[in-house]
Each structure stands twice: as C-alpha cells, then as structure tokens.
C-alpha cells in the first residue's frame, strides 16, 4: 500500500491511503485523508474532497468533482463530468451515466470518437445516497439529502430529501439527515425523523429542515 503523509491545520497527522493496485492519474487531485482502494481508477483532473472513501474496482471519470467526505463503494462507475456534494454515498455497483443517446457508431458505421457525442453529466446534492445497482441516467440531479433505492432507475430530477425506489424511479416518501424515512406529524406538510425526532416541512416541491425558532434550513 502506497501511503501519503499530511497533517490538519492543528497539526494532527492524516494518512492520504492510494493502494499499489489503484490506478490513480498524476493530475487527479485527492484530498486529505482520502482512501483509493484496490483495482479503482480515478481519471485525469478528477477532484476528490478530504476523507472520502474511493471503494476496490470503482471508476471516477475524468473531470469528476466530489466534496469532502464522499464513498464510492466497490465496482461503482462515476462518470464525468458528474459532479458530487459533500458527503454523498454511491453504493456497490451504482451507475452515473453520461451519455443521452448512446451508440458505439456513427450512422455511417464508423466508430465513435470523443468529439461525435456530448458528455452531460449527473449531479447529486449534498449528503444524498444512491443504493446499491442503481442507475442515474444523466443529465438528472439527485437533491441534497435524498436517497435513491438500490436498484431504482432515475430517469428525471429527484427533489431534496426525497426517497425514490423502482423503475423508472418514483417517490414514495421523505427521508431525514440520519437517512430513515419520515413520519407525518399530524399537521399538513410536516414531517418528523423517528431517530433524531427533528422537524421537517415542505418547501419549494421539497423537503427543509425546520430550526427550533421555527424556521428553516
């Protein structure tokens, strides 16, 4: 195992882990304390936050953006130009598409280069999961905090703090910070974490996070 040492403002010390067998581009950019394990790939000029999580045989594309505190489990494609919040996990196998119409080759029958198709890319918000062997077909964005059901298809935007299971993916509830789903309160558009018993309240065709004052976050 190849290891990179580095310290915190404070001096602490902090283990940038790259094991042998990972193939990690010089101009890829990892962050403090961040860990590629076996077998991944992480393309030319990809960006990956502080303490992220890079799991065996997992590809992050060239020009991929990922915020601190990240995981991408084993066999987990990203592909570019995705762009991923803080804190965001992308289970075993999950897909990040890039490509609207894929096709090897060109009408004429040759094959396709780089500049025959137009990359666009997938986008998820802040703290969001994706489950284990589900698709985001790009360009969705999957919204801050949401999570999406191993093996759900999400072919169109997925709101902030939504749960989205199937194929195509549909809603089918709110989930909270600590990923359980939520339960009604009893008062229309509210919303309650049964682990951490904080409030929620729709807004906005989403989901926000209401402070003890009475407002929203």
């Known amino acids: 195992m190849g290891a990179l040492s580095l310290t915190t403002p404070d001096g602490s010390p902090v283990t940038t882990r790259i094991v042998d067998s990972a193939d990690v581009a010089p101009s890829a950019s990892i962050g403090e304390g961040t860990s590629v394990w076996h077998l991944a790939q992480v393309r030319e000029d990809a960006v990956l936050g502080a303490g992220c999580v890079i799991g065996r045989g ?12 990240c995981k991408v489990q084993n066999y ?20 990040l598409t890039n490509d609207t119409f894929p096709r090897a080759v060109n009408p004429d029958g040759s094959l396709k280069a780089a500049d025959d198709w137009e990359q666009v890319g997938v986008t998820i918000g802040e703290g969001a ?21 191993a093996g759900a298809v999400v072919t169109k935007d997925v709101p902030d703090h939504a749960l989205v299971v199937g194929v195509p993916a549909r809603q089918v509830g709110w989930v909270g910070h600590a990923g359980r789903p939520l339960e009604p309160t009893g008062v229309p558009g509210e919303w309650r974490c049964p682990q951490t018993r904080e409030t929620y309240r729709e807004s ?4 926000r996070r209401a402070e003890p004052d009475g407002g929203q976050s």
């Open 58 to 69: 997992a590809y992050v594309g060239t020009g991929v953006r990922m915020g601190d505190h």
């Open 76 to 95: 987990a494609l990203v592909y570019e130009p995705a762009e991923l919040g803080r804190g965001v996990f992308v289970g075993p196998a999950a897909v």
């Open 129 to 149: 999961s994706v489950g284990a062997r589900a698709v985001c077909v790009a360009p969705v964005r999957v919204g801050a905090w949401a999570t999406v059901a």
């Open 204 to 207: 906005d065709g989403g989901l």
